[in-house]
């Protein structure tokens, strides 16, 4: 690459929420070098050849075309730049936050989940930068988990408090009180953002529990007037 190049890309930090509240990060299996067949984030280059009209087009066709996947909630977190990130020479990547439905499958034997502590705590090393990348975007999420209602684009539209605790935990890394999380709820009804839908669902074990469906303002968020850890 001549020295006055510099690679842009777009990378995406996707999670998926399975239980018993664990964060699992999607990665693909690289087709190419630098790092052929090792595991990374899911990104595309972008340049000139390419037809993304911005940052957020080239977003969209990375989840399209690489990772193969559809986010109910998708931001950008940061944009990242060095001569050391990448062996080529000096690059930048901006970073994105993708939340998945639980039920998010996958298409094709590149593709994979592994539990976001693997990542995190080093157990699963990633090549380039990515583990620190990852690292930004869940501290993007906790740090919103703490003063909105993002931890609930991990849930099914249709879902339970009980559902809905677990959420905001496994994003928090800490216990929520159920009844602080239940008013925070209630406040979103209030608002329009959260429904009653007058089911329940029935589980093997347990007391029924009220439906309740997400409807959040595109490309919004609900902001709370307080913390849930209060």
């Known amino acids: 690459m001549n020295n006055a190049q510099i690679l842009a890309s777009v990378d995406i930090v996707a999670l998926r929420l399975t239980a018993p509240q664990r964060l699992e990060l999607l990665l693909i299996r690289r087709a190419r070098e630098p790092f052929i067949e090792q595991w990374a984030l899911p990104g595309v280059l972008v340049n000139g050849r390419c037809a993304d009209a911005s940052l957020d087009a080239a977003a ?17 977190v940061a944009t990242v730049g060095s001569a050391s990130r ?12 993708a939340l998945l439905c639980p039920t998010t499958g996958l298409e094709g034997d590149d593709l994979r989940f592994i539990d976001l502590d693997e990542v995190l705590e080093g157990r699963q090393p990633l090549p380039f930068d990515h583990a620190a990348l990852v690292a930004q975007a869940y501290a993007r999420l ?45 406040r979103m009804k209030e608002k329009g953002w ?21 409807r959040p303002e595109p490309g919004r968020v609900f902001v709370f007037d307080r913390s849930v850890l209060v």
């Open 142 to 186: 906790t740090a919103k988990a703490v003063y909105t209602a993002l931890p609930l684009h991990l849930l099914q539209p249709r879902f339970t408090v009980t559902e809905a605790l677990a959420a905001f935990e496994a994003c928090l890394g800490q216990a929520v009180q159920h009844t602080t999380l239940r008013g925070r709820l209630e």
């Open 194 to 214: 959260i429904v009653d839908t007058g089911e329940k669902n029935r589980p093997p074990m347990g007391r029924p529990q009220t439906l309740l469906e997400h």
């Open 60 to 76: 969209a066709r990375a989840l399209d075309e690489k990772a193969r996947v559809a986010p109910p909630h998708l931001e950008q």
């Open 86 to 97: 990448d062996p080529r020479g000096w690059s930048m990547s901006t970073i994105y936050l």
